[in-house]
């Protein structure tokens, strides 16, 4: 059949579908534009990009589904004549070239920033990493000081031997992941050479901020890094400058921070070798002489402000490593079956303070414990541990679980939640929306709240997170669910959750995680609350 067959509309249709296919793949900036021109042109109707429309819709109105969610929204007058099959297949084949062209796009992003990124680490390359300068440098606000940062790390050539290539890779690996964890999101970090490392800051305070992000990631470096059954701690050298205008040479910049470092690590006298530690020693002396402490932040409730309970964070400080990480201390104890008894020493120190704030108080207070999804089996003695820590005390205990492990949920864990349910001890989901969150798992068991992730409660300036997280409310209130919002840091935040009617919440707006001596302070002049029962 040919176009004149079709009549003139059909051939008006004909002639766009061969404009836009000739167009074909359509530039990524131009793909919403060229969609909405050429449907409008083809349909003779006023063409939008939205969500889904609401309730039904009459013959002249017309919704096609993209790629990411939204539609293709056609309408005419009212009165107007409806839309025929063949306008509506005209749509759906600009909409399907309009995902082909998205998809072209990412492909195309893909193979660039592999093209310009380590394939090591993931980080940018040696190659592209003075032009992200130099753009970070151009697009800087006006009196904004930037903090470029060379590092190094010591003696890699002996861990290299010592390890083999596919471990010190991994190590390489793990220190790039971590300087991505200690910066702003803003910042640009490169691999720029074997065991060499750059950084941009953006928004740096002066020489001072300088020294305190070299500190920053002088701590994240030295964090023990897991290699099989041991733990590598490795030293660095880290030189940088401050740039306080965009007419500085990027290139110049870079060489002045490599030079800081050089200079750095002339005037250390003796460059550490690579340290090993064996896991269950490290473990077994903190839990001995007292390297294990407690962090707790409180809970309130979002109407008055009032305190109902606590989280308590582990916190561990080793007499040569410092400050041991969290997540390190946690993985350790669980490869070396320690888990349960760091568990019931940060349960200790947690029951006794906050039973002496709920004393003080005249209310009960809740605690709330994390643990480790592995933690909950029969037979295991944690349970009675913890329930005996509690007892004859106004400390109502919740063991929180985080999302991404409940997937693994199983009959046997139902009797190691009954146990903990007739001593007393509630189970929550933690972090819910983190992205690993499975709807099954929350009619696994009646969770005493969920909380939801600071991703999701963060996301405040972008509609569709704030749909998202409206979405997540209203779900967990109709399954009769407790939403408790974490990472609540501003007033703007707090309003938000209120209007949605979330009860509780936690954040560094309330209080920041603080040690169990300044908690109790802080409690004298707070108002608690007991807690609502749930």
Known sequence: MTADALGPAGADLIDVLLEAATAMPWPEEEIDRRLVQWAADAVGATVTLGPAPAGTHGPAELAVPLHDERFLLARRETGSAGFGDLEHRLLLALAAMAATSARHAQREARLRRRA????????????????????????????????????????????????????????????????????????????????????????????????????????????????????????????????????????????????????????????????????????????????VGIALQPMVLLGSGRVVGYEALVRADHGHLGAVSPLLLVGSASRTQ?????????????????????????????????????????????????????????????????????????????????????????????????????????????????????????ARDDDSSRVLLGHVVTMLRDLGLTAVAEGVESTDQQDLLRSLGVPLAQGTLFAAPATAALVRDAAATQLHAAPPDL
């Open 116 to 291: 310009l990124t380590d394939d090591l680490t993931g980080l940018w390359s040696h190659g592209i990493f003075p032009d992200l300068l130099a753009t970070a440098s151009r697009r800087r606000d006006d009196g904004e000081q930037l903090g470029v940062l060379f590092l190094d790390l010591d003696r890699f050539k002996q861990i290299n031997e010592e390890l083999g290539h596919l471990d010190a890779d991994a190590v390489l690996r793990e220190v790039g992941r971590r300087l991505l964890a200690a910066l702003p999101p803003d910042s640009v970090v490169g691999r720029v050479g074997g065991d060499e490392f750059a950084c941009v800051v953006r928004r740096l305070a002066g020489q001072d901020g300088l020294t305190e992000t070299r500190t920053l990631l002088r701590r994240a470096v030295n964090q023990p890094i897991p290699v099989g059954d041991r733990l590598l701690s490795v030293d660095v050298s880290i030189g940088g400058v401050v740039s306080v205008s965009p007419d500085e040479d990027p290139d110049a910049l870079l060489r002045a921070a490599e030079e800081a470092m050089r200079t750095a690590k002339r005037g250390r006298e003796d460059v550490a070798p690579p340290r090993w530690y064996d896991e269950k020693t490290l473990v077994r002396d903190l839990l001995d002489q007292g390297g």
């Open 338 to 458: 320690m888990l349960d008894e760091l568990t019931e020493v940060v349960a200790a120190q947690a029951v006794e303070t906050v039973a002496a704030i709920a004393r003080d108080s005249q209310t009960p207070q809740w605690l709330c414990l994390n643990v480790e999804f592995e933690q909950l089996v029969p037979g295991s003695g944690l349970v009675p541990a913890l329930a005996a820590a509690v007892a004859g005390t106004d400390v109502r205990l919740v063991l929180e679980i985080s999302e991404r492990e409940i997937g693994r949920w199983t009959g046997a864990h139902d009797a190691v939640a009954r146990d903990l349910d007739q001593a007393g001890i509630g189970l929550a989901v933690d972090d819910f929306g983190g992205g690993h969150a499975t709807f099954a798992l929350l009619h696994s068991w009646p969770w005493r709240w969920v909380k939801i992730d600071q991703a999701l409660v963060s």
